[in-house]
């Protein structure tokens, strides 16, 4: 792979990975990782505090992959993260991330916090870097049943013991890591738990728990429209990739269709992304990893460019 070196020397890029809630963006963003020597930076309003990791649905260390991961569960659950906090960090990481010529790869469903990075007032983004836009996208209907059967499962792991622990009468759910869906629903719950009997304790815990699939699922509705506003703004080109075949299949079969339809594709898109520059600046260098897949892709680009 070395032999690539060269022909890797492009102006600073960076590949964002947005799209609703409980899409796979965390795993796309580290099978592209796995793919590029990449790094992944959090861009999840929620996930970028400390704790709550079942109701933030934080991606775990296992799951990560030994990929290093920048802005998750650092901030105080207690201050408020805004998206002009999220910009003058991202960039930082950003920067660190380039320094030692590895890929920064963003990902997460705040498009506030995206949008706020790419079209900053003083242009800084703009002016200093590409950058790629993938939209992992899944049917809603088929979404909607996905994330309410994933509130189901984070229950059994632990989501309403992760919520009594930080439970505070007099909290403020409109600050800091207390806004995260999954907090405010359980409020009526753990404040009157220790003194109604069994048959209203089950029946008010089943209203909360729906309530958080309700607030999900329009979280998913908000963030779809968000990303159809963006694609109609100048410099938006945002490749979507359709997941909905993914979420039908089973087993086995849906790991094949992972690949094909989403990991497939997306590798496809960064790879032209970061082998097709147009621009004079050469910055940056990128350098793949040992991918057989990704090394016949790039082969083939190179072989391209030379007739």
């Known amino acids: 792979m070395d032999s690539f070196n060269t022909m890797w020397n492009r102006k600073e890029k960076v590949v964002i990975i947005m799209g609703q809630t409980g899409t796979g963006k965390s795993r ?3 099978d592209l990782a796995t793919r590029f020597s990449a790094e992944v930076i959090n861009c999840d309003k929620m996930q ?15 799951e990560q992959c030994g990929i290093p991961h920048h802005l998750l569960g650092v901030i105080n659950p207690n201050e408020d993260f805004t998206a002009s906090d999220f910009r003058r960090v991202a960039m ?9 010529k590895r890929l920064p790869i963003i990902v997460g469903g705040s498009n506030s916090f995206i949008e706020a990075l790419v079209d900053d007032e003083e242009l800084e983004f703009r002016s200093n870097y590409h950058c790629c836009f993938i939209w992992v996208d899944v049917s809603l209907p088929l979404l909607h ?5 994933r509130v189901d499962q984070m229950v ?13 009468p007099n909290a403020d759910y409109t600050k800091g890591i207390r806004r995260a869906i999954g907090v405010p629903e359980m409020d009526h719950y753990l404040r009157v738990e220790a003194t109604v009997d069994e048959e209203t304790r089950v029946k008010l815990l089943d209203v909360a728990i729906n309530q958080i699939k309700v607030n999900t699922c329009n979280l998913a509705c908000r963030q779809l429209q968000k990303i159809y506003r963006l694609r109609t703004l100048p410099g938006w080109n945002i490749h979507r990739i359709d997941a909905t075949d993914v979420f039908l299949a089973n087993g086995r079969d ?9 990991a497939g594709p997306s590798t496809m898109i960064v790879a032209e992304f970061l082998y097709d520059d147009d ?8 350098v793949p990893t040992n991918d057989s897949i990704l090394t016949n892709v790039i082969m083939g680009m190179a ?3 030379t007739q």
Do not use: P
């Not at 109701?55 to 296992?62: F, G, M, P, R, S």
């Not at 059994?156 to 505070?168: A, H, S």
């Not at 621009?279 to 990128?286: A, F, H, L, R, S």
């Open 28 to 30: 796309l963003s580290i």
């Open 48 to 62: 970028v505090y400390e704790g709550l990791d079942i109701v933030t649905n934080k991606v775990t260390e296992e």
């Open 92 to 100: 930082l990481k950003i920067e660190s991330i380039l320094a030692r």
């Open 145 to 149: 049943s996905f994330v309410s059967k």
């Open 156 to 168: 059994k792991i632990g989501l309403v013991e992760e919520v009594r622990e930080m439970f505070e």
């Open 254 to 262: 849906m790991g094949d269709a992972w690949e094909k339809l989403v």
């Open 279 to 286: 621009e004079d600046q050469t910055v940056g260098i990128v």
């Open 303 to 305: 072989v391209a460019a």
